[in-house]
């Protein structure tokens, strides 16, 4: 029993073999997995019913990523992500953030979109999954204008360093790892998981991104999880299937139970 946090599989890159896809997963252990929606995004959207046929117990997360910031008119945010929330009856917002990297909506725009979408998570009472990237300061002030302790939810994908990690389990927040941290150049992130509580962290693809090693490159899928979970497991110490238990409790923890109709 395993669950992928974080993947895409409403997207383009999987229309063609979902089916497979999923037993794939199945096959590998992975039987739950969260699917991350952009809510700028109708053909996503339109897409909820079919991902929820193909695997009954996936669960969705809708939100705007910082790199579409700019597409949505400041007055029409609430309304495209609150439908988009129902659309897909979402059990958290995101993904959302700030990503200076890539800057590909202005900052003062990324800050305010990211901002009000926290806000929404607040007032649902929500968690968030946020994307941050070369963007550490201004993310913890986003979050932290919206009230201590308010906001709650998970750092995906996570990159950052020791004193982002700090900070965010400072703020109740849980941490999930990619496959990121199975590449053998990532000796420093993998100090930094080494660091996290036992009740924080968390584990995802963010398929189609982000293949494993090895097989890096390429369509990362589901069932992929399993070797960053192994990767984990090792840098903690801990027997794989106790590894596995601490994630899925975790991931409960974040984002609920899957109910048994699911
Ligand atoms: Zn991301
Ligand atoms: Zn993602």
Redesign the pocket.
């Known amino acids: 029993m395993l669950i992928d946090t974080h993947c895409h599989i409403a997207g383009d890159e999987f229309v063609d073999d979902l089916a497979q896809v999923v037993s794939r997963a199945q096959d590998a252990g992975v039987d739950q997995a969260i699917c991350i929606l952009d809510a700028t995004a109708r053909v996503e959207l339109d897409r909820v019913a079919t991902v929820r046929a193909a695997w009954p117990s996936v669960r969705f997360v809708a939100g705007v990523?910082p790199h579409h910031a700019g597409a949505v008119a400041l007055d029409e945010l609430g309304r495209v992500v609150s439908s988009a929330l129902e659309a897909s009856s979402a059990i958290a917002v995101g993904?959302i953030?700030l990503d200076y990297h890539y800057d590909f909506a202005p900052r003062t725009v990324q800050r305010e979109v990211f901002g009000r979408q926290v806000a929404m998570a607040v007032q649902r009472g929500l968690p968030v999954v946020i994307?941050t990237r070369e963007a550490d300061a201004d993310t913890l002030e986003v979050l932290d204008a919206a009230g201590t302790g308010r906001a709650r939810g998970v750092f995906?994908?996570f990159t950052g360093d020791q004193a982002l990690a700090d900070a965010a389990v400072a703020r109740g927040f849980h941490v999930s790892f990619s496959g990121i941290v199975t590449f053998p150049r990532a000796e420093a992130l993998r100090a930094v998981a080494a660091t996290i509580p036992p009740d924080r962290w968390l584990v995802e693809t963010?398929s189609p991104y982000l293949s494993p090693a090895p097989g890096r490159g390429g369509r990362n899928e589901p069932a992929r999880v399993v070797r960053v979970l192994e990767t984990m497991a090792s840098v903690r110490g801990l027997p794989v299937a106790e590894a596995a238990a601490q994630a899925l409790a975790n991931a409960a923890a974040v984002f609920g139970d899957v109910g048994p109709n699911r």
């Open positions: 990523h993904e953030g994307h995906h994908c963010d």
